[in-house]
C-alpha cells in the first residue's frame, strides 16, 4: 500500500484503491523490481573485485615479466662483454621469448585494468540510480501517506459535522 503512488508514477498506471489486491500487487511489484536491482548491484561489485583482483595479478605478472627482461638484456650484455657468444645467444634466445610474453602480459593488463574501471563506473552508476530510486519511492509513499491522512481528516470532519448537525440548539445541549 505505501507503494501505491510509486507504482503509478513509476508505471503510469491508475490508481488502485488502498488494500486492494490490484494495490497490494503493485506494492510487490516495486518492491520486487527494487530488490532484483539490489541484486544485480551486489552482482556487480562482485564482478568488479573479481576483476580488480585479475587486474592487481596481471600488473605482478608484467612487473615480474619486466624483470625478467631486463635481467636478461644485461646477462647478454655480459656475455658479450665477456666474448662469450655461445652464452650471449642462449639468453637473447630466452630475451626474444620474455620480450613475446612482456607484450601479451601488457595487453592482459590493459584489458583487465580497462574492464575493472568500466565495472566500477557501472556499479557506482547503479548504485546512483537504486539511491535515487529509494529515494523517489520514499517520497511517494509519504505523499501517499500524506493523502491517507487527509482523507481521515476529512471523514473525520464529515463526522463532527453530522454529530453537530443532530444536536439540539442553545441551552439544552448536550454536554
Known amino acids: 500500500m505505501r507503494l501505491r503512488a510509486a507504482v503509478q508514477d513509476l508505471f503510469g498506471d491508475e490508481p488502485a484503491a488502498p488494500g486492494s489486491a ?16 539490489e541484486a544485480q548491484l551486489g552482482e556487480l561489485r ?8 585479475r587486474a592487481r595479478q596481471a ?28 652464452v650471449a645467444r642462449a639468453h637473447q634466445r630466452e630475451l626474444n621469448m620474455w620480450q613475446g610474453r612482456l607484450e ?7 584489458a583487465e ?19 535515487a530510486a529509494r529515494g523517489r519511492l520514499d517520497e511517494l509513499a509519504a505523499r501517499n501517506q500524506m493523502a491517507a491522512a487527509h482523507e481521515q481528516l476529512g471523514a473525520l470532519r464529515q463526522t463532527l459535522a453530522q454529530l453537530a448537525a443532530g444536536l439540539p440548539e442553545g441551552k439544552d445541549r448536550a454536554p
Not at 562482485?46 to 583482483?53: K, N, V
Not at 585494468?113 to 539511491?131: C, P, V
Open 22 to 37: 490490484a494495490a497490494d500487487a503493485r506494492d510487490d511489484e516495486a518492491q520486487s523490481l527494487l530488490a532484483a536491482a
Open 113 to 131: 585494468t580497462d574492464l575493472a574501471e568500466h565495472l566500477a563506473l557501472a556499479a557506482r552508476g547503479l548504485d546512483q540510480k537504486l539511491a
Open 59 to 86: 600488473e605482478r605478472d608484467w612487473q615480474n615479466a619486466q624483470q625478467a627482461v631486463t635481467r636478461l638484456d644485461a646477462a647478454v650484455d655480459e656475455a658479450l662483454r665477456a666474448g662469450r657468444e655461445p
Open 104 to 110: 601479451a602480459l601488457a595487453g592482459r593488463r590493459r
Open 46 to 53: 562482485q564482478a568488479w573485485a573479481a576483476a580488480l583482483g
